[in-house]
């Protein structure tokens, strides 16, 4: 049973108590008083009881009710959040795409609405139309398949893993080549098809440079033509 602590009922006879069963029914152990109505308090109690189980069920359910909808919410916010970098990620390519020049372009696969797009945004002068148009363009570019066209323009720039590798080995071979003689001949062994001549006379004019402008510029020309020969 639970008792009500506190609870004091009127009652004829001292040791009489007065329990509420789990059910929610009232009985007293003893006479009650004199015209106490037994059936309206009993009703009165069924309604405490039944309002004291509701709030347990409010209690138990209400943070599973919550935690579902913070995490509706949640997926609502990342969904957000990654159709938002999505975007971004579009235009950077959009703008890298409007950035190429005329031949470079034409190498690239794209639907006419797109090129028509970029040829528009490269067209325009003001900051805010060139604002509009690249939000554009990336609308656009969400209906093709963007993964072939990025790897493109890395190739383009450079940026690619493949062509940084290739970058820092031509620029490891250019200094050795101008700090050491004797790299020369380990250079050509694993390049046979270089022109031994050409090399020879770049590297001269490196070395006999007067001024440092001269010689940044031939070390320059070496790269280039150690580029050439891959």
């Not at 975007?87 to 794209?110: C, F, S």
């Not at 509009?132 to 363009?137: G, K, N, T």
């Not at 080995?169 to 062994?189: F, G, H, N, S």
Request: with cysteine.
């Amino acid at each position: 049973v639970i008792e009500f602590d506190g609870l004091e009922l009127a009652q004829p006879h001292r040791h009489s108590e007065t329990h509420i069963f789990a059910d929610g029914h009232l009985c007293g152990i003893g006479a009650l008083p004199a015209g106490f109505a037994e059936n309206v308090i009993d009703q009165i109690f069924q309604s405490i009881f039944a309002i004291s189980k509701l709030q347990g069920r409010l209690r138990h359910n209400g943070p599973i009710v919550v935690a579902e909808s913070v995490r509706h919410m949640t997926d609502f916010e990342v969904s957000k959040s990654e159709r938002k970098r999505q975007a971004n990620e579009l235009q950077k390519l959009g703008l890298r795409l409007a950035g190429l020049n005329p031949r470079q372009l034409a190498d690239v696969d794209l639907p006419d609405p797109v090129r028509q797009a970029i040829a528009d945004y490269q067209r325009f002068a003001s900051h805010e139309a060139k604002r509009r148009q690249l939000q554009f363009i990336g609308k656009l570019m969400r209906r093709i398949d963007s993964e072939p066209i990025s790897a493109l323009l890395d190739k383009f720039d450079g940026t690619s893993a493949a062509a940084q590798y290739q970058f820092n080995q031509l620029e490891r071979w250019r200094d050795r080549l101008i700090d050491e003689p004797a790299a020369l001949t380990q250079y050509l062994d694993e390049h046979p098809h270089a022109e031994r001549q050409r090399l020879k006379h770049q590297l001269q004019k490196v070395r006999t440079a007067h001024t440092e402008e001269q010689k940044r510029l031939a070390a320059r020309n070496l790269f280039r033509i150690l580029r050439e020969f891959g």
